[in-house]
Nanobody, 116 residues
Framework: QVQLVESGGGLAQPGGSLRLSCAAS????????MAWYRQAPGKERELVAT????????NYADSVKGRFTISRDNAKNTVYLQMNSLKPEDTAVYYC?????????WGKGTLVTVSS
């Protein structure tokens, strides 16, 4: 079965950096576009960044453009999110999923807290 396991979250100060990882299994990773999503307390889950199957094209939400970078390693079945210049409003649980998403594929996510 499909498994998506996110890691790398934690506490960061405003202006700091974190690198999230998502290890995928149970499907042919290299054939699918992937994305990072996040859900802040009391808010709907939102799309943060997408990457095509080969990694050649990426897109970002306006709120993270210029600060976050999505990448992938198809040999390791892993997608990454490098987050720089973090802001308190980036505090959320971060999830990876296919793009377009598959509702049954959600993992547990990884919590990112940005606070001084």
């Amino acid at each position: 079965q499909v498994q998506l396991v996110e890691s790398g979250g934690g506490l960061a100060q405003p202006g700091g950096s974190l690198r999230l990882s998502c290890a995928a299994s149970g499907f042919t990773f290299s054939m699918h576009g992937m994305a990072w999503y996040r859900q802040a307390p009391g808010k709907e889950r939102e799309l943060v960044a997408t990457i095509t199957s080969g990694g050649g094209s990426t897109n970002y939400a306006d709120s993270v453009k210029g600060r976050f970078t999505i990448s992938r390693d198809n040999a390791k079945n892993t997608v990454y999110l490098q987050m720089n210049s973090l802001k308190p409003e980036d505090t959320a649980v971060y999830y990876c999923n296919r793009f377009p998403l598959v509702p049954s594929w959600w993992g547990k996510g990884t919590l990112v807290t940005v606070s001084s």
